[in-house]
């Protein structure tokens, strides 16, 4: 299939719902090299072919396979949960792991995810979560981890499992292992709504674009993606879910060199 492998994003964003970040997208689409992929689709690695990525994606491929110059690159932004990091689809029941597939079929993409404070998060999800359901999450999963492993009962919990999305170090782990530590980067929502600017330059150099300034379009962008009032039950609900989130944050840090921020400590 190395043909269809022209189809396939040199670049992928991974967001993790109710981080706030949708606003990024619109902003990589101004850049003059980059394309991306419709939303909606998913990682190539979610399907059983890469035919049928590419066919998904053939009029988007087409705007970068060009004799044309400069070349465009193809940039890709999905959700970061438990399918995209290959641990809830055909992969995994085909015991191939990313860590064997991506060295394989693509070993120069580059990987970008976006993360915030889990409890922050489960209160601004698009999606309707209640306290009873983030109730049943936990207690399902801990349940679980007192037979099997706790990645196990990660995979093995349901597609709307908001919960679970939040423990990130599951995620970012499998992009650690497929990905050279110089083709993966993984950044703070937080940072990024304090300085858009910044976060703009990093992903922009990261992905070897040339560079782009950020305009007032830009910071319209990410005001009007900014979601308020969240509901004070389910705030407080969330807050009470600080120690349950702990160890994942702290095994995030760990998988980024000791990075203090990926505590997530509240602040007073």
Known sequence: QEPLL??????????SEGCGMEWLGEMLESHPLVVLVPSGVRPWWNYRAISAFAAATRKASAQIVSDDEPQRMLVQIVPLNKRTAGLGNSLWNENVSLAELLPRVQRHLRVAVAVCEPTRRLTRLKRS???????????????????????????????????????FSFWVREFARALPATHLRV?????????PAGLLRQLIRFFKLPAMTMTRQHAAAVISHEKTSPDSNLVAAARRLQPFYEPFNAELAHLLDGDQRFYFIPTT
Request: charged fraction near 20%; glycine fraction near 6%; charge should be positive.
């Open 6 to 15: 022209q189809c396939l994003p040199a670049a992928l964003v991974l967001l």
């Open 187 to 195: 950044f703070r929502a937080e940072d990024a709504r304090s300085n």
């Open 129 to 167: 979560l209640s306290v009873a359901q983030l109730h049943s999450q936990q207690k399902g999963f801990e349940d679980c981890t007192r037979t099997q492993p706790a990645l196990a009962c990660a995979r093995q919990a349901g597609r709307t499992a908001a919960l679970l999305d939040g423990a």
